[in-house]
């Protein structure tokens, strides 16, 4: 039981550095955000509006429904829904 703890929280401590939407540059966030719309199934089956959508995502970032999270692993930042599942 301790050692699933501690995968969790070493999990959650390296791989996974949630930072602060404020001290991404706002062209980076942009990127990344499209990015993120991008990658959901709806784009495909939907005609959606980029522009809509990114506006929608910033505020749900602000309102922590979103989260921008930095992965040492892979040196890159990408948003989490959730971060308790992968």
Known sequence: MISLLYIFFINR???KLIIPFEKIPPNQLDELIKDYILQQDCVQIEN?????ELVKIKNQIKQKEIYVVYSELYQTFYLKNNLYFK
């Open 13 to 15: 401590i390296l791989l």
């Open 48 to 52: 959606i509006d980029i522009n809509t």
